[in-house]
């Protein structure tokens, strides 16, 4: 068992670090890493529904609906604060930008004269029928970090645009 628990936390962020680098690397940047997560790392696994602020189920949900700047992504979960009574529960929903393919990230300068990567779009990409990887994790710094795959999304997923190129089928490649 990791450090971080059954989940294996530690492995996949040394598959992250590695992956990082490579890409870094191929654009002849400097090797940039992402910082270790300083919560807990989970997976969490989102079902797949059209009404996400409607639909009663306690469950983690999960949509990309099309905005008026694009692809929005919203994942809702249920949580409870410490201090909360047992069966009480809270449903939050997080938004971010999207898109069929790899994740749109930038380099952004830090007070120190360094450069911290931005995600400033978060790719989505075709495990199997009605499974979708969200790329990177989504992450609170030292809160959590999550690692989120759709599930039961409908086949053709509604946010595939036609006419489909390789990309936009969400194939994932052997590429870091």
Do not use: Y
Not at 38 to 43: D, Q
């Amino acid at each position: 068992m990791s450090k971080r628990g059954p989940t294996g936390g530690d492995e996949l962020f040394k598959n992250l670090d590695k992956i990082a680098r490579q890409r870094a690397a191929a654009a002849g940047g400097p090797p940039l890493a992402p910082a270790p997560p300083t919560g807990p790392v989970v997976l969490v696994t989102p079902r797949w529904t059209d009404a996400i602020q409607t639909d009663p189920r306690p469950d983690p949900l999960g949509r990309v609906a099309r905005t008026d700047a694009g692809w929005e992504l919203a994942v809702r979960v249920p949580v409870r604060a410490p201090d909360q009574a047992p069966g009480t529960i809270n449903l939050m929903t997080v938004t971010c930008a999207a898109r069929v393919g790899e994740p749109d990230v930038a380099m952004l300068a830090r007070p120190d004269g360094g450069a911290a990567p931005s995600v400033r779009c978060w790719g989505l990409r075709r495990l199997g029928p009605g499974t979708w990887l969200v790329a990177p994790a989504l992450a609170m710094p030292g809160v959590v970090a999550a690692f989120v795959v759709l599930c039961e999304v409908p086949e053709p997923a509604p946010f595939v645009d036609a006419p489909a190129s390789p990309a936009s089928e969400g194939k994932v490649s052997d590429e870091p």
